[in-house]
């Protein structure tokens, strides 16, 4: 389980993307940007979707489940420049379809 020091250290950067945001969920905090899940913090470690936009911008980094039964996700690599964060959530966010709209009855 991600502590709230371990948020707070990991968010300082990520919440330098505008756009960005998080909501905690079961212990952990899901990564939004742009109203999109793109990934999430989970232990204290920043995972994102295994999409071609995260494999073509990470291609060194690790794959690991965020917890049991889960698929596999990247492991964000940080620190990391903001512009490069933005370019990344941005690539992420366009290959995640849009969130489905609750119909009223």
Same mark, same amino acid.
């Given at each position: 389980?991600?502590?709230?020091?371990?948020?707070?250290?990991?968010?300082?950067?990520?919440?330098?993307?505008?756009? #960005?945001?998080?909501?905690?969920?079961?212990? !952990? &905090?899901? @990564?939004? $940007?742009? %109203?999109?899940?793109?990934?999430?913090?989970?232990?204290?470690?920043?995972?994102?979707?295994?999409?071609?936009? #995260?494999?073509?911008?990470?291609?060194?980094? !690790? &794959?690991? @489940?965020? $917890?049991? %039964?889960?698929?596999?996700?990247?492991r964000l690599p940080l620190p990391a420049e903001p512009a490069w964060?933005?370019?990344?959530?941005?690539?992420?966010?366009?290959?995640?379809?849009?969130?489905?709209?609750?119909?009223?009855?």
């Amino acid at each position: 389980m991600t502590t709230k020091e371990q948020f707070a250290a990991l968010w300082a950067q990520l919440g330098t993307v505008e756009g #960005a945001c998080c909501r905690v969920m079961m212990g !952990e &905090y899901v @990564l939004y $940007y742009e %109203g999109r899940v793109i990934g999430g913090i989970y232990d204290g470690r920043v995972l994102v979707k295994d999409l071609p936009a #995260a494999r073509r911008l990470l291609p060194q980094t !690790e &794959y690991q @489940l965020p $917890y049991p %039964g889960a698929k596999l996700m990247l492991r964000l690599p940080l620190p990391a420049e903001p512009a490069w964060l933005a370019a990344l959530f941005a690539a992420l966010a366009a290959e995640v379809p849009s969130p489905c709209k609750n119909k009223k009855k």
